[in-house]
């Protein structure tokens, strides 16, 4: 007591001090997250208003679809497909890129251990390769356009902007031992580049089943998350009820990035059964055109009268439900990650995917707050 | 009360249960595909049309694509070859070489100067390598040589090594660069156009639109003949005049190499635009009635929908089109789809679109469509017969049975018998089985087909029809849709046995490759086998059923439809059980139950998981003992018990009894511990509860079936609460008002929960107990009853 009185206003000050350190800490930092942004077509091209777009939103990290990897039965051994044609000048400079390589669960049920050796070994080779020929093409083209300080390219090459690597694949608990094993793999032979693996939601709910993967940085993807040919589904894609029901658990032991959706569709259905994917129907073009379309209301049309669309025969009867995130359910679906998903301090924010009409679906000052609440 | 437990239970039990089911249940839910569910029985057609099976009628995009699978264009290449080299050279020596041997080997040959010794007896082999054929030698190896360098390309697999096909395109260009050369020097006219062939499709592979355009002028204009080299040029020459910008030009040859060639057609197919734009000038470039035939033939093609208006612009064009009677397979084929495959399917479960604002719902977008359908159907006919009349020969065949199938379409199968009888010989293959079929159809339609000779007449036509079928499996979709067709006919009758087993085999040739996707097995248990029937037969089906089954001496009707279809009998005796249960049948429950042995629920019986309590201690109550799990249950001692505590409960208006009858009827709902008395499986715990959409959607979903007694108990505790009801106003003790007032409140709760709420805890919150609940924790709160069985979550209903 005495000790207290002697010392207490220093003690006071000391813990008013604190206090305050604390409070404006608390309440003047916010958390680092990188923006980035999941690319996924074949062929890597930007119009002038796609550039635009991606420097207004600031991008800083781009996941970028190299490869797939698929089994081919014809040669008994997993091939890749689709590789990647990268075009320079695309990118802009010092852009983080991750790699991403989607590997279908086939190749794991098919594959021999020792073929999951080889692969990790041509999976690796097959990356530089791709790095190779984008940089020594924008080498090329850069000695053409650029006499001077030569050096200025570096920021432009793959090879100093990679650190690490995404390995996509909705393993299976009869297929983990296999995809961890390939992840071990790549660890080692490319011990200076980060092995990181998607993660899909029953994976990060079910853990004890689906097997933690022994990397240290998942990438949570927050959609599809029931399936679009199920009729009384409302919205297959992703909304913060199904989200809700996935993250029940807020101690996954790996720090995860999230990937969210801005992508759309068109689910075509007869009598409630499932009869495919309209990618390319415009919601507004639906709604206009009262002659062809009733709206029923929750984003489903009914089909009044027969026509063909593209390749599809349109029934009168037939019902169409459009599905899409709206910016509002976005907006819920972030606050209930932050509430239950153990994200990085360096997160990366990522959304799926990269494609003009879906950025204009919601323009970029909607994406930027996004990203903005996710460091609130 | 653990309501809150109980529903966890509940769902982690539902779960489990899932996986006892033979299903093919898919991570992302289960689906058929479209193609496999497809009903179609007109498969007449004019001669040999394989190289039109890429664009048979198909809910797929492609119904093939492999493009010319008898290889016509590639056999007249062989016989071309044979006629520059002589008889010596075999034709199917030929083949091999050309199209079979690896161009691997046959380069190593090249270089290690073995080619005699590796490709030894091939007699074309022998052939070329004769001094006077060393211009041929060489033209060989140069297109083995870009056979190998085309296949890597076209895989969709890349290989690890070549991320850049630079590899590729340098040494195609190589070899092009040789083609070149020799093409100046070369004087042989067979191989100067084979070498002009194979530059052209380089150059068009390499997207050098402008320099291919001129070498088919330099090469093929000037020499015109009717190689099969020429006309495979054709499509090249089309390619690279799209690759110019000339749509209507490339259109209109894409066309022509259509018309000209069977292995291009469905490339041509693919390149070819119909948008009206296009097809009109497209048209307007044809040089006669024929050209301008195939040109709306290939839009007909590109059509899903209806396209008679361009059947009849065809057949006034060129009535003799090659094209014309396979479009009209296509057209029927079409009407088929959109008539038969709702009807006798059970796909599209009620669409109900009330409620969002659209005035009628799928049923009558369904009869709307229908009637639609079969109006077109009429006018199809009225086509035909107008074709019919000014027709001779094979083509009058094939409209005599095209006409009578679609008057069966229509529902006037008898007006379509005079055709039949119009057919001359001598009668195409094709036309001869679907001619049958039309018998077997009209059969169906006129005769009363409970009799056994027409029930032998249809089985011989059935038989007959997977004996073609073996040879030709495309017919396995006749025999899928004629069975469901002819389930239906006896559905309609009432004979649901017959019906019954006929939807079964329809299920045999569903996937039209022979094999037969259901199991054959006949002892082992399989839900599918009896699912029809749990949803469809009366008793005396049943019956009719078993004694089929039994019956040792069997017509050929009754071995056919009970080949591969039927398990133990004593499944069925259990399902005939099951279905007096549900009908508060005892007496018949009883007796069904007593043929089955003693120990067939605790060792054979699949849901043995299922019936191992004690059915009269209501499950609900399961907090105050102990359960055990051992319990040997058997249907009939346990009918037999219902039934004597019914009749005491007449007696004596024993409220013990009573009491004991409801735990019993709460015990078979869907709530209970012996569901499965009731049930074959249950689903959703927020939704109907014995909705199953995989059985469902290939079964059906019956609506009578759901308004059985036994099931309204098993949905909404109907019987339980009657008998809680009756228990509780002939009650002779607060004991006994105590124990009916709590599970009154069971009942009404669980159906509140499972029917109104849908899984919503915040509406089930709001539940306002029942003057029952009220009762029993206020008049009766000094009763035994109450202390074992009172629960504190029953104050929140309070």
């Known amino acids: ?376 | 009360m653990e309501l809150k437990k109980s529903s966890r239970f509940t769902t982690i039990f539902l779960i489990s249960l899932l996986t006892l089911f033979q299903s093919t249940i898919l991570a992302c839910g289960w689906f058929e595909y479209a193609e496999d569910v497809r009903l179609s029985l007109f498969k007449a057609k004019m001669g040999n049309l394989s190289m039109f099976r890429p664009f048979e009628y198909s809910a797929n995009l492609y119904n093939s694509t492999d493009p010319d699978p008898e290889g016509f264009d590639r056999n007249a290449n062989c016989l071309e070859w044979q006629n520059k080299l002589g008889k010596d050279a075999q034709l199917n020596d030929i083949y091999f070489f050309l199209y079979k041997a690896s161009p691997e080997i046959v380069e190593n040959g090249f270089v290690n100067n073995n080619l005699g010794e590796v490709f030894e007896g091939n007699s074309f082999v022998t052939q070329i390598l004769l001094a006077k054929n060393n211009e041929a030698l060489k033209y060989l190896r140069i297109a083995k040589k870009l056979e190998a360098l085309k296949s890597e390309e076209e895989n969709r697999f890349e290989t690890w090594d070549n991320i850049d096909n630079k590899d590729y395109a340098i040494a195609k260009l190589k070899v092009r660069d040789e083609i070149q050369v020799v093409l100046t020097k070369i004087n042989d006219d067979f191989l100067k156009q084979r070498y002009a062939f194979l530059f052209l499709r380089t150059l068009v592979e390499a997207s050098e639109f402008k320099k291919a355009d001129l070498v088919y002028d330099c090469y093929f204009i000037p020499h015109p003949n009717n190689s099969i080299i020429s006309k495979w040029a054709l499509l090249f020459k089309a390619i690279a005049t799209k690759g110019l910008g000339r749509r209507e030009e490339a259109n209109y040859l894409f066309s022509l190499a259509f018309d000209n060639c069977e292995e291009k057609k469905w490339i041509s197919f693919r390149y070819f635009n119909d948008s009206i734009g296009i097809l009109n000038k497209t048209i307007s470039m044809a040089k006669n009635d024929h050209q301008k035939a195939v040109i709306l033939s290939l839009a007909c093609l590109k059509n899903p929908g209806p396209e008679l208006n361009r059947l009849k612009n065809i057949e006034a064009l060129e009535p003799n089109s090659p094209f014309f009677s396979f479009l009209l397979s296509r057209e029927i084929n079409k009407i088929e789809d959109w008539i038969f495959t709702p009807k006798y399917t059970h796909y599209g479960p009620s669409c109900q679109l009330k409620g969002r604002g659209w005035d009628t719902d799928f049923n009558q977008a369904k009869a709307a469509n229908f009637k639609k359908d079969v109006q077109y159907a009429q006018d199809l006919r009225v086509f035909l017969t107008s074709c019919f009349k000014k027709s001779n020969g094979q083509f009058k065949n094939f409209l005599a049975v095209a006409i009578s199938h679609l008057y069966f379409i229509e529902g006037n199968s008898e007006l379509g018998r005079t055709y039949l009888g119009q057919l001359s010989i001598p009668i195409q293959t094709s036309i001869q089985v679907q001619r049958d079929l039309e018998l077997c159809l009209l059969d169906i339609k006129t005769k009363d087909i409970q009799k056994n000779e027409v029930k032998q007449s249809i089985v011989n036509y059935v038989l007959d029809l997977e004996k073609t079928a073996k040879i030709t499996p495309a017919y396995y979709k006749d025999l899928y849709s004629l069975n469901r067709v002819l389930s239906l006919a006896y559905s309609e009758i009432g004979d649901q046995a017959t019906a019954g087993l006929l939807f079964l085999k329809a299920e045999q040739f569903k996937y039209c490759d022979g094999l037969n996707h259901r199991s054959p097995d006949t002892t082992s248990f399989d839900y599918f086998k009896i699912g029809y029937f749990d949803r469809y037969a009366t008793l005396q089906n049943m019956d009719t059923l078993i004694t089929l089954i039994q019956k040792h001496n069997r017509s050929t009707f009754e071995n056919y439809i009970c080949k591969y279809t039927t398990i133990d009998i004593n499944y069925y005796y259990d399902l005939k059980g099951t279905i007096a249960f549900r009908l508060d049948n005892l007496p018949e429950a009883e007796n069904a139950f007593k043929k089955v042995p003693a120990d067939f629920w605790s060792q054979k019986y699949n849901y043995n998981k299922q019936l191992n309590e004690d059915p009269f201690k209501p499950k609900e109550l399961k907090y105050h003992y102990k359960r055990s799990f051992n319990f040997q249950f058997n249907k009939a001692t346990f009918i037999a018990e219902l039934t004597k505590l019914k009749t005491e409960r007449l007696s004596l208006k024993n409220s013990d009894s009573l009491i004991k009858l409801a735990n019993a009827y709460f015990n078979c709902s869907f709530w209970g511990n012996s569901w499965a008395m009731t049930s074959y499986y249950i689903s959703g715990l927020y939704t109907n509860h014995q909705k199953d959409d995989y059985n469902d959607m290939l079964l059906g979903y019956s609506e009578s079936n759901s308004k059985l007694i036994g099931l309204k108990n098993f949905n909404e505790c109907a019987l339980a609460r009657k008998y809680y009801l009756l228990a509780l106003q002939n009650a002779q003790n607060d004991e006994q008002r105590a124990m009916a007032s709590l599970m009154l409140h069971v009942c009404d709760f669980k159906v509140y929960l499972g029917n109104s709420c849908h899984g919503n805890w915040e509406k089930a919150k709001k539940y306002k107990g029942s003057k029952f609940l009220i009762d029993f924790c206020s008049k009766y709160k000094n009763t035994t009853t109450y202390k074992n069985y009172n629960c504190p979550d029953l104050k929140e209903f309070l």
Not at chain 1, 193 to 220: D, E, F
Not at chain 1, 238 to 266: E, H, M
């Open chain 1, 1 to 376: 007591m005495i000790y207290l009185t002697k010392y207490r206003p220093i003690s006071f000050l000391l813990f008013l001090t604190l206090s305050l350190a604390f409070i404006g800490c608390h309440h003047s930092s916010k958390k680092p997250i990188i923006r980035s942004f999941c690319y996924w077509k074949t062929e890597l091209q930007m119009d002038n208003e796609e550039k635009f777009n991606f420097n207004d939103l600031k991008i800083k990290h781009l996941y970028l679809r190299f490869f797939d990897v698929d089994w081919n039965s014809f040669v008994n051994e997993p091939r890749p497909i689709a590789t990647v044609n990268l075009n320079w000048p695309v990118l802009p400079p010092n852009l983080e890129i991750t790699p991403c390589i989607f590997i279908t669960n086939a190749v794991f049920l098919q594959s021999r251990s020792g073929q999951i050796d080889t692969l990790a070994i041509k999976i690796a080779n097959r990356i530089g390769q791709v790095e190779t020929r984008y940089d020594s093409h924008a080498i090329q083209q850069w000695a053409n356009v650029k006499h001077a300080n030569d050096s200025a390219i570096q920021m432009f090459l793959l090879k100093d902007n990679i650190h690490d690597l995404l390995i996509d694949c909705d393993w299976t608990p009869s297929t983990q031992k296999s995809y961890f094993h390939l992840l071990d793999r790549l660890k080692q032979i490319l011990p200076t580049v980060k092995i990181t693996t998607t993660l899909r939601l029953w994976q990060y709910n079910n853990p004890l089943k689906s097997g933690i993967p022994p990397v240290s940085r998942c990438l949570l993807m927050c959609y599809n998350l029931q399936s679009q040919k199920d009729y009384n589904v409302d919205n297959s894609i992703s909304n913060t009820n199904q989200l809700g029901k996935y993250l029940k658990q807020d101690n996954y032991p790996i720090k995860c990035d999230v990937a969210l959706p801005i992508f759309r569709w068109a689910v075509l259905f007869r009598g409630g059964k499932y009869k495919g994917i309209l990618a390319n129907l415009d919601f507004k073009y639906c709604q206009m055109d009262t002659v062809n379309y009733h709206y029923c209301g929750d984003n489903r049309f009914n089909i009044k009268r027969d026509e063909l669309v593209n390749d599809q025969y349109l029934r009168v009867g037939d019902e169409l439900r459009f599905e899409y995130v709206s910016p509002d359910q976005l907006d819920k679906m972030i606050e209930l990650i932050k509430e239950k998903v153990p994200i990085r301090n360096d997160a990366r924010i990522s959304f799926f995917s990269w494609n003009k009409k879906y950025i204009d679906d919601y323009g970029t000052k909607k994406i930027k707050s996004f990203y903005d609440h996710f460091s609130d």
